[in-house]
């Protein structure tokens, strides 16, 4: 069974600092890896996702996320924050069995101004 | 607009009354899904549907129950709510499968 885990369930941050949500999974097969943003009052967004091939994978507004496989983490990145960024992310992986796809418990970002 | 919609968003019920949460797309998507979000829990999937009449349990499916009889339409029905099933709930849909879900706004559900 695959599992996900967010090492960090809180995650403050100044203005315009760069920031690392972690994420690791466990799994005995392949997986499929994925980020999603809940901004508040809304349900998820897709962020970014891992399929294959390069294994680090980028969104559109700045956000980026690397697969290492032999650490079985996929930590999400970006170089420099702002306040519409505040939200909760969360980590998910999928076997590719079917479309169980299983959450992390979420982190929080806040950005201070 | 491409898009989930689920109703009603917000809903109050008592315990044991029969309600179901109605979940449409408009994507020709294939595959459907049901999530609960609680706080420090994360979301935990509890039905999911990979075409018309094929659903299967997620990892929470106790006391729940769901219908595929059209493509576009999942509804979950709760037969007899109880307050441990008070919740943020989500729908999903996604064309292929480990392409993305996309998710509908939620319902915030109160069983008192």
């Known amino acids: 069974a695959q599992s996900v885990t967010q090492l960090d369930s809180q995650v403050p941050v100044f203005e315009e600092a760069p920031v690392e949500l972690r994420c690791n999974y466990s799994s005995s097969v392949s997986v499929y890896l994925f980020w999603y943003v809940q901004y508040p009052n809304q349900g998820l967004q897709l962020l970014l996702k891992y399929l294959s091939g390069s294994t680090l994978v980028e969104s559109i507004n700045g956000f980026e996320a690397e697969f290492n496989k032999s650490q079985t983490s996929f930590h999400l990145r970006k170089p420099s924050v702002h306040i519409s960024d505040t939200a909760e992310y969360f980590c998910a992986v999928s076997d590719g069995q079917a479309q169980k796809l299983v959450f992390g418990q979420g982190t929080r970002l806040t950005i201070n101004p | 607009e491409a898009q989930v919609t689920q109703n009603p968003r917000y809903l109050i019920t008592v315990t044991g009354k029969k309600l179901t949460v109605t979940c449409s797309q408009n994507?020709?998507?294939?595959?459907m899904s049901w999530y609960r979000q609680d706080p420090g829990l994360g979301l935990r999937q509890i039905y999911y549907s990979m075409n018309v009449e094929v659903t299967d349990k997620g990892d929470v499916p106790e006391g729940y129950k769901v219908s595929r009889k059209e493509k576009r339409n999942f509804p979950l029905i709760l037969e007899s709510p109880s307050p441990n099933q008070t919740s943020l709930y989500f729908c999903a849909s996604s064309p292929k499968i480990n392409y993305g879900y996309t998710f509908g706004s939620g319902t915030r559900l109160t069983v008192v």
């Open positions: 994507m020709n998507h294939e595959y």
